[in-house]
């Protein structure tokens, strides 16, 4: 099992950035990791995924071109930058992690999420 907290919301104008971190409490290499969102009054949505070592992603076409999630195994943090940010990007971030060999929705474990609000 794995614990996740992610950090670095917060308020920014549109046009600005944002990084966000995602750090485990164990290993995560062996887990494909993800980012979801929920903004208020919508359903939770994947914004991006990325598998064991990196090597391939997965984005939301709403966020393509904008957003890069990486990762960092041996410092067990996965790593959302949000570029050229839209008031449409305001939602909970949540972290994910599970255990396959695919890109998916349903993912086993998750962080408690953090706030991400962009001002027109």
């Known amino acids: 099992q794995v614990q996740l907290v992610e950090s670095g919301g917060g308020s920014v104008q549109a046009g600005g950035s944002l990084r966000l971190s995602c750090t485990a409490s164990g290993r995560i290499s062996a887990y494909f990791m993800a980012w979801f969102r929920q903004a208020p009054g919508k359903e939770r949505e994947s914004v991006a995924q990325i598998n064991w070592e990196g090597t391939n992603t997965y984005y939301a076409d709403s966020v393509k071109g904008r957003f890069t999630i990486s990762r960092d195994n041996a410092k067990n943090t996965v790593y959302l930058q949000m570029n050229s940010l839209k008031s449409e990007d305001t939602a909970v971030y949540y972290c994910?992690?599970?255990?396959?060999?695919?890109?998916?929705?349903?993912?086993?474990?998750w962080g408690q999420g953090t706030q991400v609000t962009v001002s027109s």
């Open positions: 994910a992690a599970r255990r396959g060999t695919s890109f998916r929705q349903d993912y086993d474990y």
